[in-house]
């Protein structure tokens, strides 16, 4: 295995004198100066937020509106600080997605608990909640900071559905009965 | 009726110490911290002082204890990763893994060798990231503001690739059981690589700042020495026990996630000072892109995650939302946890502070029964007491600085 000592050379009776590096030292601080400048004005401009960033956890609705949690609570049970609270309901039999029996009568996630740390969209198994890419959230008092459902979609808004899987079911379940 | 009080007479104690022709002084005690900028943290140190010299350094620590070795206990092995980003938050990604890798011995779980290689980039990019800081605010600590910009303005750059890579800049969370959250995205390697071009010039850059600069040599050389004898017996590790001369390096001897396949060389003090410890970080860096770069240079295909593992990774998206059985997996990994045998593990890696152990005791089932962290900062710390002894006041800040510690792993 390779070992290596780190050099240490005594320093020259030039560099004793503290001149070559004092000049070394500005001659790297004036290229930089020319350089562009990396920093940015905060809030005027804004960083480019990568695909599949986790910012605050929102809520989303399929492309026909239909609320995508169906409250099974696994976001809940998972979160490690605990920032979510589901309280499960039910849909109204005269609703058009009434086959997908339930969805969330309340929903609230308190933003000064949650670590964004992702879990609840990852074991999500509806694709119903999402880190999107908000980052700052702010707020006067705690009561402001957690999140209520209307917050969470309006924050969410829509995404496109991949799976489609609760048409999909309706579908197959009308084709089932029609056959009878 | 006028009452006596009995006045010390101060002038005539010092009257008495000119006849004694002795100079009266009294020890005088210190509180350096929680709150002071050169204790990275909230770290406190009792110091006795004889004047200017420490004739006594005493460190008290648990200002930012959570319990994080409790909370393990309540909750599933999965659950547990975002707290690891809190240990050394310097370098999450390292301590995801170490985490990682940890748990998978006791359920005697290979991962892919894409995942590993994954693994090693991201915990060698932490390890840039980490010691950039350490470099950077130990310039600070002794008088160096620039080279604290140069170097985080690196880090921001290693944070971009973090942030696309894992979803945070900070908190990356990124490790699982048995795998990792998401598979590298498109293009991502190229931009790592890219990184790593551009980075070993300005390294050099900023390392020539100070190197041979004499106003940092007069603050660190011969300042703060760990022989290695101490080194070994305070059980110090990482570049603080490889700076006083000790070549260990736990990615060589006892390797873990495939290292053993990259070459990279380990560097070692001779003196065991503040500015050994400083040169040893610097090579360190240079290695760490030795690492990367081989790593991207023979990045590996196939799946990222062990995908035999069924009762321990959840399944892919598309399967749970698709297919009944793997909806039925993901809920019992979820709420059960990834399933481990019954059985205790040790195991350490060597991250960018030292060597962080996690002790898993299971008694099967998907929650530790007990998680002990071995946390570097915490042992590497013991020896202040050792070094501090005879230093300046103004010493203490660059052996504290050479030490490169971070509370949140010492306290956990
Ligand atoms: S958001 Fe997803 S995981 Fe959470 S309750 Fe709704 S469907 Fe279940
Ligand atoms: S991001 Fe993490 S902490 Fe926040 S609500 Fe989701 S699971 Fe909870």
Known sequence: MAVIPVSRKPLTFAERTYIPQILGGLRITFARMIKPAETMEYPEQRPEIPKNY??????????????????????????????????????????PTAHVEKAPQAFDIDMLRCIYCGLCQEVCPEEAIFLQNQYSMTGLTRAEMVNHKDRLYELGGTLPDQHHKWDKKKAAEEHGSAAH | MATDFAFPDTGAKSAAAVAAQEFQTEKMSLSMGPSHPSTHGVLRIQLELDGE???????????????????AENMTYNQFVPYTDRLDYLAPLANNMAYAIAVER??????????????VITAEMARISAHLLGLGAYGIDVGAWTVFLYAFTEREKLYKLFEELTGARFTTSYTRIGGVARDVPEGW??????????????????????????????????????????????????????????????RKDKPYSGYEQYEFDVPVGAKG??????????????????????????????????TDAKKIFAPPKDKILTSMEELIQNFMLV???????????????????????????????????????????????????????????SDVVSILGSLDFVMGECDR
């Open chain 1, 54 to 95: 986790r910012g605050v956890p929102t809520l989303v609705k399929d492309p026909n509106g239909r609320e995508k949690c169906v409250s099974c609570q696994l976001c809940e049970f998972v979160c490690p600080p605990k920032a979510i609270r589901i309280t499960p309901g039910e849909i109204a039999p005269d609703s």
């Open chain 2, 53 to 71: 010299i420490v004739t006594k350094a005493d460190p008290v620590v648990g200002y930012l204890h959570r319990g994080d070795e409790k909370i």
């Open chain 2, 106 to 119: 006791l359920a005697k779980l290979e991962v892919p060798a894409r995942c590993q290689a994954i693994r």
């Open chain 2, 189 to 250: 390697t190229d931009r790592a690589d890219a990184f790593c071009d551009q980075f070993l010039p300005i390294l050099e850059q900023i390392l020539n700042l100070l190197t041979r600069n004499k106003i940092f040599m007069d603050r660190t050389v011969d300042v703060g020495v760990i022989s290695r004898e101490d080194a070994i017996a305070y059980g110090l590790t990482g570049p603080n026990l490889r700076g006083s001369g000790v070549p260990l390096d736990l």
């Open chain 2, 273 to 306: 000072d503040c500015y050994d410890r400083y040169l040893v970080r610097g090579e360190e860096m240079r290695q760490s892109v030795r690492i990367i770069k081989q790593a991207i240079a023979k990045f590996p295909g196939g799946p990222w995650y062990a």
């Open chain 2, 335 to 393: 709420t059960e946890g990834p399933q481990m045998p019954a059985g205790e593990v040790y195991f350490e890696a060597e991250n960018p502070k030292g060597a962080l152990g996690f002790y898993v005791v299971s008694k099967g089932g998907g929650v530790p029964w007990r998680l002990k962290i071995r946390a570097p900062s915490f042992c590497n710390l013991s020896i202040l007491p050792k070094v501090c002894v005879g230093a300046m006041v």
